[in-house]
Nanobody, 125 residues
Framework: QVQLVESGGGLVQAGGSLRLSCAAS?????????MGWFRQAPGKEREFVSR??????????ADSVKGRLTISRSRDNAKNTAYLQMNSLKPEDTAVYYC???????????????WGQGTQVTVSS
């Protein structure tokens, strides 16, 4: 099985920054997996935020976060950790952020193989 554990959420003022982490573990988790992030605001569907390949060579972002959020991945293969650096945060970024992993690139929730439990990010105006 695979476990994805997020951390780093919290409350921040508009214009502030947060850094989310996602630690992956489990016997069936492969370091080749694509990792990424989705988010879900109250009353809305879960939406794609960003993804990164196993070696960090390719990243992809939703238009709404380009230039403000940066995804990265630990260079230590033993850690299997992905990060989301969130700068210039806006109130509309408020949501539960979910870590995701799969054996191929994803944008839709149906293409994600594994989910974390989520971490709350709240941006006050």
């Amino acid at each position: 099985q695979v476990q994805l554990v997020e951390s780093g959420g919290g409350l921040v003022q508009a214009g502030g920054s947060l850094r989310l982490s996602c630690a992956a573990s489990g016997r069936t988790f492969s370091r080749w997996y694509v990792m990424g992030w989705f988010r879900q605001a109250p009353g809305k569907e879960r939406e794609f935020v960003s993804r990164i390949t196993w070696n960090g060579s390719s990243t992809y972002y939703a238009d709404s976060v380009k230039g403000r959020l940066t995804i990265s991945r630990s260079r230590d293969n033993a850690k299997n950790t992905a990060y989301l650096q969130m700068n210039s945060l806006k109130p509309e970024d408020t949501a539960v952020y979910y870590c995701a992993a799969a054996d191929r690139p994803f944008i839709a929730t149906k293409d994600v193989g594994y989910w974390g439990q989520g971490t709350q990010v709240t941006v006050s105006s």
